[in-house]
């Protein structure tokens, strides 16, 4: 199983971004996709979660309104569109694949989003 983020980079307070991550080796509709963040010295934070099947989303309060999760089960992959982006977003984003009947899970290595002038 294989799960690749794309898309952080460095980005101007205010900017957007979109993160992908591309599952392989796995049924992609059996799994609830999310989206964490980390940074040094804190817990993993909860941004963003997606039903296998696309109907549910979940969103942390930090970034209601701002950050939307999306999935494509025909291209096994799942989305992160952060609008609006604050100096605070700076974190890793790794992406989680969750089987949604045994919750075994798999994660990817992460990629960095930087939010800085």
């Known amino acids: 199983v294989q799960l690749v983020e794309s898309g952080g980079g460095l980005v101007q307070p205010g900017g957007s971004l979109r993160l992908s991550c591309a599952a392989s080796?796995?049924?992609?509709?059996?799994?609830?996709m999310t989206w964490y963040r980390q940074t040094p010295g804190k817990e993993r934070e909860l941004v963003a979660t997606?039903?296998?099947?696309?109907?549910?989303?979940n969103t942390a309060d930090s970034v209601k309104g701002r950050f939307t999760i999306s999935r494509d089960n025909a291209k096994n992959t799942v989305y992160l569109q952060m609008n609006s982006l604050k100096p605070e977003d700076t974190a890793v984003y790794l992406c989680?694949?969750?089987?949604?009947?045994?919750?075994?899970?798999?994660w990817g290595q992460g990629t960095q989003v930087t939010v800085s002038s």
């Open positions: 997606i039903t296998s099947a696309g109907g549910t989303t």
């Open positions: 080796g796995l049924t992609f509709t059996y799994y609830h």
């Open positions: 989680n694949a969750r089987h949604r009947a045994s919750g075994r899970n798999y």
